[in-house]
């Protein structure tokens, strides 16, 4: 997994909510807080994202583009953002190409099988592309908390 000071990488592609291919090259020049969640509409990863919709206003008050990803399609990404309002982003990377490249890829073990998936992540990334902060799969309950505080 990539971890704070690293550069981000920017010219992976994946596809945006409009159907277009996008990379991270597109939003340099202003923060983006990324995250990436293993899959739409299931409780944790809605939980999370509603965490993100409830906290955007103040977050993006501070120059800071939320932006969640998920190997899931654009259409079920619609359907994602439409069900709960969000208000922000959803990038489709059915290849795992950024997933993998920001080392969130892994294995994952659940009701005692283990199997591949999106581990799930948040990394706040600065004007330029250089990692700032690292928030891994491991933070209790997904919550934006006082440790997911971002100064502008």
């Known amino acids: 997994m ?10 992976v592609k ?12 597109e939003f340099l020049g ?3 807080l990324l995250y990436f ?4 509409n299931t409780p944790g ?31 079920s990404h619609e359907k994602f953002k439409s069900n709960f309002s969000l208000n922000f982003p ?12 920001f080392g969130v890829w ?6 005692g099988k283990t199997y591949f998936g999106t581990k799930r ?3 706040l990334i600065d004007e330029k592309g250089k990692i700032i902060k690292v928030w891994p799969k491991d933070r209790k309950s997904t919550r934006l908390n006082s440790s997911h505080r971002i100064r502008s």
Not at 2 to 11: G, H, I, S, V
Not at 37 to 40: E, G, L, Q, S, T
């Open 2 to 11: 990539l971890k704070e000071n690293d550069q981000a990488p920017l010219d």
């Open 121 to 123: 992540s948040t990394f």
């Open 30 to 32: 202003r923060k983006i």
């Open 45 to 75: 990863c809605t939980v999370e994202a509603c965490n993100f919709r409830d906290a955007n206003q103040e977050i993006s008050q501070k120059g800071v583009q939320i932006i969640g990803v998920s190997k899931d399609s654009q259409t």
């Open 90 to 101: 959803l990038w489709s990377d059915p290849e795992q190409k950024l997933i993998k490249a």
């Open 37 to 40: 969640y293993p899959k739409d």
């Open 106 to 111: 892994g294995e994952k073990k659940m009701m």
């Open 14 to 25: 994946v596809i945006n909510e409009n159907g277009q291919e996008t990379s991270l090259q």
